[in-house]
């Protein structure tokens, strides 16, 4: 789905900034070059915590004695650099694959076709496999002749030597291990990136200065360590348990021929006359067991520390990375020419990663940083708009994008019409600037008197290709809400054979019954419902909750912690406005924020209540009103309440003033779903 990157037509876009001169700005960092070395300084962390990791695997494989087991300029080093490629392999992996939100999609056989069928996850696998492949090799050549992994067999002294088939087992097994761990790796997507969506705590809040966020040590991963060694300890076992019959079943035949074609050209082996069978079974299974619970340490340990580091908050020494840093007396070590400026080009990227870390960025400037938060109402002097104009129209582009994807989904067939809808109310959104720029000011529209749909003052449009996207979530995998069910056809053209071929009068009534199109029609539907209900079919529903995040959050990827953080961020300026905001621009623009959060909690009860289950959906009960309750989009919806609640607390009594009628009040009470009590000042 296209981002959205213009702004809304808010009240103080001219009337903050007519009479103020445009100044000679210098030249706009982009966000880009403040996200890009922090990330690099991560993906530096990240291989040196495994680099550790790699010694003490160099460790545990080294056969030396004691001393030099331990010494890092001795062969362990050389095996701890030669371990850390597999390290590097995993990195590229997540660099390449990595994304921000969770996996959106309606049914898991949605979400395994789009794997199967992307080149990225394909390579994912390659990189798995080179991963495993140099792992082995560093073991085998770790053990060498002593673990009799070596590529000949001398045998006994009468015996002719020949291939080893042994370390042939081991690779084998890597080779297994290299497919499991892609289907873990895609089943539990490992690619996503966490955002931390918890709201910041009061005593980060603190108006007297910026004092920088703490900073979060690798030491909290301590508390994984027993969970994960546990889970590499189960696939370690399930691997033994499962290798046997993979080996000698499938793949003996082919990896002996393989491996004998290659020995051959540096070896001199005697003829082939087949595998002749493995040796020192004892040590083999320990070697096995070791080796496998090692690689699956190496890739899960990789996993884990590279979520670590990457889903650390946009700072850097606990200050937003677009602002000053400074060292720990508080004086600045480095300063941003232009701090707004290039947080204002992240949040209009139309790139994933730095969009959502600029927003991340904002929400942590607004509840963290008062001095930070002073400046976006003071920078006025901006073009094309105040940045108080642009950071409060991005927000609000985010509850529109909303609001638009519930729409169009609740009404899949008219997907063209609301493109051309969107395409009109663009053309009207950009004419109505061109003119606006030469008022001084204008009056807010009202939500009793217009919708906030279609009013271009106040709604921005969809922008082009939203339209077939939105159409697609409700549509995915064939289903879209109401649709029929595609038993009956099928019941239809065997009711019908069946009276050709007369037997509805050889048949007995009841037997007739069963060859009725409802009698064919019931039995196939209960077959379906059977399978649809049993493990097998579990692949093939979509569970109500799943259409309903595809259509609230956007596709590929959920948009929610985007959506929570421009919440977040919008009100905690709303509400620092009205001691920090010298010039009264925000006051201009506090109906069309409070008609926005009305209109979009409205819209997405709405949805919910609206919406039909799929069919598919056998664990739907429609009696029971929990089965429309989705834990994510209470999440979102409650914050915006709470948002709309507090704006309305602290700015109720001066709705008349600020152009707010009864209706819009009510209305906007109504959503937050509480009578307000004594605390709000009645609108007049």
Known sequence: MATRTATYPLASTTAATASLPTPTTPKVRQYKDFLTPSMHRRFTNASTVMLAVCYVEAVFMSSASLLWRFLPIGMTGVRTLLLFLPVLAVFVIRLSRHHIGERNTTSSLETSFQLVTSQSAWLSLGWYLFSA??????????????????WVDEGRSYERPRLNENPILLRTLFGVLAFAQTAVHWYFDYDGVTVSGQAVSSAQTSDVLDAPLPEVSILTLSDRALPLLK?????????????GFVYFVFVRRFAWESAYWVGSTVLTLPYNSGPPGLTHAAGLIWQAFSSSLLLLLLWETSNAVFNFYISQPPTKKGYPLTGAIKDTSGAAIARSED???????????????????????????????????????????RSPDS????????????????????????????????LAEAELQR???????????????????????????????????????????????????????????????????????AKQLGYDRALTTEQR??????????????????VLGSPVGIPFRQPFARIAQVAVFG?????????????????????????????GQVSRDIPVIIRVFTATINDIQSFVAQLTPSWTDVDFNSQNPASRKVASIDEVTNEIKLGLEQILLEFGEYAPTMGLTRTDMRLAKEAVGKGMGSEMVKVR
């Open 133 to 150: 492949y140099f792992f082995g090799e560093v073991f085998i050549w770790s053990k060498g002749a002593k673990g009799y992994l070596g």
């Open 231 to 243: 889970w590499c300890f189960q696939g370690t076992i399930l691997s033994i348990a499962t290798i």
């Open 339 to 381: 701090p707004n400026g290039s947080l204002l080009a992240g949040l209009k990227s139309k790139k994933e990663l730095p969009k959502s870390f600029a927003l991340w960025e904002l929400y942590l400037i607004c509840t963290s940083f008062p001095s930070r938060r002073k400046s976006i109402f003071k920078d006025v002097e």
């Open 387 to 418: 940045t108080w104009q642009q950071v409060s129209g991005l927000c609000l582009a985010e509850l529109e994008g909303v609001r638009t994807r519930v729409q169009i989904a609740l009404a899949p067939g008219n997907s063209e019409a609301k």
């Open 427 to 497: 053309r009207q959104y950009e004419g109505l600037i061109s003119s606006q720029q030469q008022q001084q000011s204008y009056g807010l529209p009202r939500i009793a008197n217009k919708g906030v749909a279609v009013d271009p003052r106040v709604a921005i449009p969809a922008p082009a290709g939203t339209g077939s996207t939105a159409g697609n979530i409700a549509k995915s995998v064939g289903q879209h809400p109401g649709a029929q069910s595609p038993v009956s056809p099928l019941a239809k053209k065997l009711a019908l054979k």
């Open 513 to 530: 019954a069963q060859l009725s199109l409802q009698g064919i029609t019931a039995r196939v539907n209960d077959l379906l419902m059977s």
């Open 555 to 583: 596709v590929p990827n959920s948009h929610r912690i985007n959506i929570l953080h421009a919440v977040r961020s919008l009100t905690a300026l709303v509400l620092a406005s009205k001691t920090e905001d010298d010039y």
